[in-house]
């Protein structure tokens, strides 16, 4: 059973250009949620999608936006991106059933560098 | 911004000590949850206790909530070189509503 996956493993973009990431979930889950995590930081939440609709957003500009797909898997879209954007971007699965936000399953993140 | 603060920061132990990690928050919450990172990559869930609960075990991992000082505690007994690594509390405000996470605390146990 496969878990989350993510692609690239590791990116490295020049100041505004754009980027897309890429998520699919672990099986049976419906749930996606994408988090940035900065050097020495903890995760801050981005956004969620369930039902191929975003549920809920943190506070990221509209700069970060997302899709979810009909088979649950997702893409994270970063346009004009900016040097502080350069961190690990994780994304985490759930069951909507289970609770969204207990027990989030985690991917192995994509590292972004923003040159 | 983040919602918990973990203390110590940092904390080096020897193999087969326990270690003790804390958390505070600063509202009320409805769960809280520990996970685990392993060098800057993805998290593991580790245990999760409800704002009802004030102790839960699993293992080697012993962590108990006290919503009155709005803290949590995670103790891992007998530790092993295995369990270096960083440590994170999260919590949330009700069925589904967003995870937030403290900035972790890094355990380095040494053999």
């Known amino acids: 059973d496969a878990g989350v996956t993510q692609s690239p493993t590791h990116l490295i973009k020049t100041r505004g250009q754009q980027v897309t990431l890429r998520c699919s979930p672990k099986?049976?889950?419906?749930?996606v949620s994408w988090y940035q995590q900065a050097l020495g930081q903890g995760p801050q939440f981005i956004f969620q999608?369930?039902?191929?609709?975003?549920?809920q957003r943190g506070n990221f500009p509209d700069r970060f936006s997302g899709h979810q797909f009909p088979n649950y898997s997702s893409e994270l879209n970063v346009n004009a991106l900016l040097l502080g954007d350069s961190a690990l971007y994780l994304c985490?699965?759930?069951?909507?059933?289970?609770?969204?936000?207990?027990?989030?399953?985690f991917g192995s993140g994509t590292q972004l560098s923003v040159l | 911004s983040q919602q918990g603060e973990e203390d110590p920061q940092a904390l080096s132990i020897q193999e087969g000590e326990n270690a003790t990690m804390n958390c505070s928050y600063k509202?009320?919450?409805?769960?809280l949850q520990w996970y685990r990172q392993n060098s800057g990559r993805g998290l593991v869930h580790l245990i999760l206790?409800?704002?009802?609960?004030r102790e839960k075990h699993s293992g080697r991992l012993r962590v108990t909530l006290d919503t009155s000082k709005k803290s949590s505690s995670l103790l891992i007994t007998a530790s092993r070189a295995a369990d270096t690594a960083s440590y994170f509390c999260?919590?949330?405000?009700?069925?589904?509503?967003?995870?937030?996470f403290g900035k972790g605390i890094t355990l380095s146990v040494r053999p």
């Open positions: 985490a699965s759930s069951s909507i059933q289970g609770a969204a936000n207990e027990k989030l399953f």
């Open positions: 099986s049976g889950h419906d749930t």
């Open positions: 999608y369930y039902e191929e609709e975003e549920r």
């Open positions: 509202t009320s919450i409805n769960n």
């Open positions: 206790i409800r704002s009802n609960e």
């Open positions: 999260a919590t949330d405000r009700g069925a589904n509503s967003k995870l937030t």
